[in-house]
């Protein structure tokens, strides 16, 4: 499975898995279901229509009913993708039934012309030839991108779940008792430790340790800690708790 690697402004790694084709193409089905359902109930309008007008029971003029089918039946079709991801957060209903999303290369949300771009692309990728180019391409490059990907920069990312992440490190449970170990914590900044956090989650989901290395080490000289005996999970985690009780306990 390939993986995206950003760098953050702390000079930090973090690792997001990509999309697979076969998610993008399921994605991609459903969507293609959901346009399906809606051209039928289009379709059952303009019948009705049809058969009122030769019945003379219509009440609104052929030029009335030209607009009505552009707005209502052209114009959602055709920027099904556009529209949704732009509102949507980089997700249509395929991709949101998929968990999966659109983001840049960098892994930030696209700028609307980003949206655009690959937007325009999914003529060459996907209706003029069926497919086939789009998935030829992302077939043969590592981040699984298609031509408006490339184009604009961008590829699709899995999202994490957020009952896992809330479970894991977001909210850590104390006893009555509990004692932070690293007082100082209160040094770090929200954003600090959200992409502690980041590392931590990278690490319990891939294994990879050398993610978790420079936080810790960046830590430990913010912190002035030179006799940290835990190894760096254990450190990052601890700090994550003693933030969050610390933090806690000054907003009660």
Aim: proline fraction near 2%; charged fraction near 20%.
């Amino acid at each position: 499975m390939n993986i995206l690697r950003v760098e953050t402004t702390q000079n930090v790694f973090l690792e997001y898995n990509l999309a697979g084709l076969g998610e993008r193409i399921l994605a991609f089905l459903i969507d293609l279901f959901v346009m399906f359902l809606y051209v039928w109930l289009c379709l059952e309008l303009i019948e009705s229509f049809v058969r009122s007008w030769f019945r003379g029971e219509n009440t609104i003029s052929w030029t009335t009913f030209y607009i009505l089918y552009f707005f209502v039946f052209i114009l959602p079709l055709s920027t099904y993708s556009l529209v949704q991801e732009v509102f949507f957060n980089g997700q249509t209903i395929g991709k949101k039934i998929l968990n999966i999303k659109v983001v840049t290369r960098s892994g930030k949300q696209p700028s609307l012309t980003q949206y655009v771009v690959r937007w325009l692309f999914r003529i060459i990728d996907i209706w003029a030839t069926l497919g086939i180019v789009g998935l030829v391409v992302a077939a043969t490059n590592r981040y699984y991108q298609r031509l408006g990907d490339l184009a604009a920069d961008t590829c699709l990312i899995k999202l994490k779940s957020a009952a896992k992440l809330s479970q894991q490190v977001i909210i850590p449970e104390f006893d009555k008792l509990y004692e932070p170990k690293y007082s100082q914590v209160l040094l770090l900044s929200d954003t600090d430790i959200n992409y502690v956090k980041e590392a931590v989650l990278t690490y319990e989901k891939f294994g990879n340790e050398e993610v978790l290395v420079p936080f810790a080490k960046k830590l430990k000289e913010i912190l002035n800690l030179s006799d940290v005996r835990s190894g760096n999970y254990e450190f990052l985690k601890q700090i994550i708790k003693d933030y969050t009780y610390l933090t806690s306990k000054d907003e009660e």
